[in-house]
Every structure is written in C-alpha cells, then in structure tokens.
C-alpha cells in the first residue's frame, strides 16, 4: 500500500524549509533553500516576495526528491509573522514586503497610544513597529502611490499559498499578531482601521481555522513544484503557532522556551475573558492558536542567541568555549552582563534598551566575560517567564526546543536560574512538521498521527545563593542603565 505524504513549507525569515511528513508523522524528506533580507536604510527589513516563491520552488522539488518522489495529498504553511505584502488585484507585489524585524513605524504607535482604553484592551497585545498595523499606517503617511496600488495587504505566508490557489485570505493566528485585529469579535477592528486611516477592503476574509481548506492546487503552481494539481492546500499557520502544533504542545499548564536569534516563551492559554479580562498594556501577547478555537500566550525577547553570538565574536571565542564557560562558578565580584544590545520587548517594551558589561577589573579574564554573557541572557529570560500569565512554571516544569539551548552545561544553568526542571523536546523543524500537519488535516479533517516522544529531563535547578544575588544585582544595574540619558547610556 502506497504510503500517504503531506507537505509543510514554513516560509521564515531568511529561509523557506519543505518537509515531506508521511501518515505516520514521520519526516521522509526535507531541505532548506535561502533568500536575502534587504535593509536599504537604518531599522528597515524588506524581502522580494518573489525571492520568497524562487525558492519555495527550490526547497519544495528538493525535500520531494529526497522523499524518493512521493506525491504529496496535501500542503500546509507556516510563516514568519507580522509582516506585510501589499499586492495587486493579479497578486503582484507592489514593493517589497515589509518584515517582523523593521523598525520603521516606531512613530506610528503613537496613534495607538491614543486609542481609548476598550479599544486598546480588544487589541490585546503590546505595541511593536514591526507588526503590520504600524507598517500599514505607515506606509499609507509615506508611500500613498504604493498604498492606491495595491488590493491586499497580505501575511507572508498568505502570499506564498496565494500563488498555489488564487485565494486572497488569512486565519486567525496570524490576523490576531498584526495590531489590526479584535479578540473578542475575532474579526479585523474597525475602530483601528479608522485611526490609523486605513481601507477596511485592503485586508482579506479570515477563514475559521488553520487547518481549514484555502482551495486546490492550481495547475501550472503544480508544474512549477512537481505537485500533484488538484490536491487540498490548508490556510496555514503562523510560525510560532504551527510549531506548537508540530511539537505537541496544545495543553494549558504546558510552557515552551525557544532561544534562537531571540527568545520565545509560550503556553497554551484559555479563550480571552473566560479568567480575566485583557490588560489595555500587555507586557506580553496573546494569539490565536493553529487549533480551531486555541489561544496561546507568549512572552517574546530580542536578547538571545544574536546576544550570545554578539559577545563571543566580540571576544574571539568559538561556540564551544562560550558554552563551557557556563561551568565557571560565578563569585561576587565577577562582571554582571546585561545583554539587552538591540532592545527588549517582553517585560519593558523599550527598543532603547541598551547592554554593558558592568564591575570589569584587570583581574578579570574572557571565561568570567562569556560566563557574565550566558548568565545575563538567562537572566533575561527569567525576566520574560516572570512576566508570562499565570506567573512561575509550576510542576510540569518548563520545555526546551530549538538549537540554541543543546549544551549540558548551558542547559544548566538556565535550570538554576529559572528555578525549574528542564525537558528537552527533539523535534527537528516543528514550524515545518506543524505545518504539514494542517495539510493532513486539509486533507482528511478525520487524520490523527502518533503523539510526539515525551520530552527527556534536560536539567534539574541546583540551589545558587549566589546566582539569586547576582541576578538581583542585575536588575539593579538594569534599570540604573535605563534611567540614564541616552548619550551617557551609549558611552
């Protein structure tokens, strides 16, 4: 008997990956093709999307070959999230999209600073430039020619499948991460729009759920990808979603970190209102889920893996040696690092933030440096988890995905710091299995696949006064740096 196969393609942010999942949930072939970000001024991030399709064709042919040529019965997506593609009524690009990362439309927010506070509350989620609201409103202050021309303002993903199907649409779990969208009536709010000057028309229908059916292979979209035309294509998900779909992790209580250029903290969550109310000044976000009525909450950092990757370069260390630095027992006159370089978000909301090495003496050498570098980021992260709803992880302890949290020592550390037991989730490319997952479901809505392995002990806390005080010295010196003026802050 023929075995069933379903493609996921997770469009990231500098790379597309396609994997190629069998009825069994396993991964039967995959591959990686990438693409440039272009940032033509200071805080601006913009892609061709049509860098994007060159190399979905790429990844898509490739994962299949290495698949041994199966045909896929399905296709589902996952994506970068909050960017935007404005296109034309034939779903050409009027300009670059416009990324997550972009900075541009920091005054923007200030229009949703003046939005009442029961308009804020339905938004649900902390003010970023990056997000497509701001972009929006930005690009309809500066770029009025683009903005006459352009019949949708589309998620990334929502783009790429709008080349496999001719449908202009999105689903709830990228529409809830734009700032544009109201979580009680779960539809586009019309009272932001109105603020921000925007037509109502420019964004698209939102289908009930990621996994519902977007339409069907187009023909010549199946020529370019060596698909089968004709075969279901699932909306999609946002990437952050999906890979919680492709790890498993769907149930309250469960939280989730990610380090990789950032930091993620997630955890399933109850539907908006049913425990409290929305705060009108999150710290943290609340999205929709890749499930048909899920909710998730998510605390998001700027300070992790491009942090550690900034402080080994700048000291001519080698991952390895960065790492093993996390064996070093910290002593009371150790230097305090704090890592926030380009900003933070979750808890302070504040791209002014900027990092230090603080209480450097010439006794000190590069091993307590890199130590200070990895123990600062865990205290960073601490910060995040604290700020999560429903406060510290709490006897399930606290899963680890992603490659930027494999080492032993590392792993450690973060445990001590984070006062909980860590549990290892091995789940290679989840936004990309998550995705190929929804293309089952497109499929068969009925599919069920096995349960991913229970996640392995990682870590266990180590009692660490010194660690308590140490941290307790770096929000100190934290906000210190944050009260001074911005030129003695950048000296």
Known sequence: MATTTFLGIDLGTSSVKAVILDNAGGVLGRAEADYPVDRPQTSWAETDPRAWWDAVIIATRTALDRAGGVRPVGVGFSGQMHGVVLCNHAGEPVRPAVLWADARAELQLDIYRALNESTRRVLANPLSPGMAGPILAWLGEHEPTSMAAARWALQPKDWIRSRFTDTYATEPSDASATLLYDIYRQDWSRDVLEALGLRADLLPAIAPHSASTAGLLLDAAARDLGLTPGIPVAMGAADTAAAMLGADLTEPGQVQL?????????????????DAPPDPHPTTHLYRAATPHGWY?????????????????????????????????ARSDDPIFLPHLVGERTPFLDTGMRGAWTGLSAAHTRREMLYAALEGVAFAVADGLDALPGGRVTGRGLRLAGGGTVAPAWRALLATVLDVDLYAVDVPAASARGAALLGAYAHDPTTTFPEVAHPGLAATPAPNDMLVDRRHRYQQQLHALRGMPSGMASS
Request: proline share 4%.
């Open 258 to 274: 990610t380090i990789g250029t950032g930091v993620q903290i997630v955890t399933p969550t109850t539907a908006p209102g049913v």
């Open 297 to 329: 909450a998510m605390a998001a950092g700027l300070t992790g893996g491009q942090t550690l990757d900034w402080a080994r370069s700048i000291l001519g260390a080698g991952w390895d040696e960065l790492y093993n630095a996390a064996n070093h027992r």
